[in-house]
């Protein structure tokens, strides 16, 4: 007990162990392994709708490109991504794709926002009755496509910058020396990260609806990328060597990806956790600890 009260003493560690402790308490992997199951399945219909979409507008070397950058960001599933039949039926792809995206992204949004919510509120309530279901339904739409809008910015600036450095670094040969391909690669991390950045403030922020200090969501945010690049170099690596080799055969490259979004969802609690127990530390007793901080809708209807 002295040896985890000195622990909790300490800036960085203490706060970790405190995030932790309202992750577990508030059952934070069951919700991400709910999570990850609505996020598995919606995963291939959206592939499916992005790459027919920009296949079916873009040149071939441009689809070539976006190929890249579906492996970058999804280890392990850009090889088995069928451009070209996507772009001979782009028409039947993105409708199917839509539909099936519309449904299965409702399912997440609705398992992942009261997810986000229970780690500052604790236990929410469904929506009593079919009216305030149908608006919560109407409001993941919108939910849903603020997502997407988050993901373009994120991997358009992610894209831009990433064409900037290169062809800086072409420009003044820095691509041709060892200590210039480091720093390549730390530039592209960065990048990266920055990118995640965009992404995990609208997921901390925005998709659950809530208020909080710019500088904790961004805290939050910046960790939950910088988790997210790593968790990523990690399941590529695993994919690359260890998946297509194992035991499941084919449906190693699967259980991978599923197993990768599980480990992103917990990744993404933790920083929800980590971000209300920012807001009302646990030395701080008072009435809006013990109720939870209102969220921007709640605060509306007042």
């Known amino acids: ?154 991997v358009g600036a992610s894209a831009f910058a990433t064409a900037v450095i290169g062809h800086v670094s072409k420009a003044i040969g820095l691509d041709d020396e060892p200590v210039g391909r480091i720093l390549l690669q730390v530039a592209a991390f960065g990048v990266a990260v920055l990118a995640g950045v965009v992404l995990f403030l609208y997921l901390l922020v925005g998709m659950p609806r809530l208020e909080m200090p710019r500088r904790t969501a961004f805290r939050g945010a910046l960790i939950g990328a910088v988790g997210f690049e790593v968790l990523k170099v990690l399941v590529a690596s695993y994919i690359a060597q260890v998946a297509g080799k194992s035991m499941y055969g084919a449906f190693g490259v699967p259980v991978a990806l599923l197993l990768w979004i599980y480990f992103a969802t917990r990744l993404l609690l933790f920083c929800a956790a980590w971000t209300a127990t920012a807001k009302h530390p646990p030395d701080h007793v008072d009435d809006e600890e013990k109720t939870g901080p209102r969220s921007l809708c709640e605060q509306t209807e007042v």
Do not use: C, H
């Open 1 to 154: 007990m002295a040896f985890r009260e000195k622990l909790d003493g300490l800036p960085v560690i203490g706060r970790t162990l405190e995030a932790y402790d309202r992750y577990t308490e508030r059952n934070g992997n069951f919700a991400a392994a709910a999570v990850a199951f609505y996020g598995f399945l919606a995963l291939f219909p959206l592939i499916a709708l992005s790459a027919a979409v920009v296949a079916a507008t873009l040149s071939p070397g441009r689809v070539q490109d976006m190929q890249g950058k579906i492996s970058d960001q999804i280890p392990g599933i850009a090889d088995k991504v069928d451009v070209n039949g996507l772009v001979d039926n782009a028409g039947e792809v993105g409708l199917v794709g839509g539909l099936l995206l519309l449904y299965l992204g409702l399912g997440w949004v609705g398992a992942l926002r009261p997810a986000i919510r229970e780690m500052w509120f604790g236990d929410q309530p469904p929506p009593d009755g079919i009216e305030k279901t149908l608006l919560m339904k109407s409001k993941d739409i919108a939910t849903l496509a603020g997502l997407g809008l988050a993901m373009a910015v994120s």
